[in-house]
Structures are given as structure tokens and as C-alpha cells.
């Protein structure tokens, strides 16, 4: 069973940057790929990124190409998300997922809550 906790969240003005880490523990993390979600007020969650086990291929959702990064350090059992020029529209409860195999990730966080004001 693979615990993940979200951290970093926080309120910011648009324009801003924010780093997002999530730690995971009773799992062997190198074994799993990496991602994050959001969920924004009043909408079903939304994939934002993802990155395989080795850090060699990593995919975001259009809407954050260019802005936000995702990077994992096995050693430390963490992914991170560095978000940059911050958007009102980003707001929402960032969660990261692990997968074990496939597409369906396995284990969630308890989310950590971006708010960006205009």
C-alpha cells in the first residue's frame, strides 16, 4: 500500500510560481508512475501530468504545456510540480496519483489547494 501526501500548496497572485511535492511512502516508488490531477469547484478531476519511472518521457494536458514541469527524485521518494506564470484558471485541488501498471492510476493523495487570484 503506497501513502502519498501532497504539500505546497497555497494562495498566489496570477503571474506567480508555486512548487508542489508529494512524498511517498510504504512502496517501492520507482516502481510507479507519477501524476498529477486537479480538480477545480464544481468539476470532475482533470489530468494535469505524468512521468514514467525512469524520468525519460513525461506528458502534460495542453492547457499547462510550457508553464508547468514535472520531475520525480526516486531517491527521495517524491514527484514535484513546478508551476510558473500561474493562471486564475489553475485553481483548484491539485492531487498526485501513482500507477502500477497501465493507464489506471492505483493510489491518490489527499490534494493540496491552489488558489490564484487576478
Known amino acids: 500500500q503506497v501513502q502519498l501526501i501532497e504539500s505546497g500548496g497555497g494562495l498566489v497572485q496570477a503571474g506567480d510560481s508555486l512548487r508542489l511535492s508529494c512524498a511517498a511512502s510504504?512502496?517501492?516508488?520507482?516502481?510507479?508512475?507519477m501524476g498529477w490531477f486537479r480538480q477545480a469547484p464544481g468539476k470532475e478531476r482533470k489530468f494535469v501530468a505524468s512521468?514514467?519511472?525512469?524520468?525519460?518521457?513525461?506528458y502534460y494536458t495542453d492547457s499547462v504545456k510550457g508553464r508547468f514541469a514535472i520531475s520525480r527524485d526516486n531517491a527521495k521518494n517524491t514527484v514535484y510540480l513546478q508551476m510558473n506564470s500561474l493562471k486564475p484558471e489553475d485553481t483548484a485541488v491539485y492531487y498526485c496519483?501513482?500507477?502500477?501498471?497501465?493507464?489506471?492510476?492505483?493510489?491518490w493523495g489527499q490534494g493540496t489547494q491552489v488558489t490564484v487570484s487576478s
Open positions: 496519483a501513482a500507477a502500477s501498471f497501465g493507464v489506471t492510476y492505483d493510489y
Open positions: 510504504g512502496g517501492t516508488f520507482s516502481s510507479y508512475r
Open positions: 512521468i514514467n519511472r525512469s524520468s525519460e518521457f513525461t
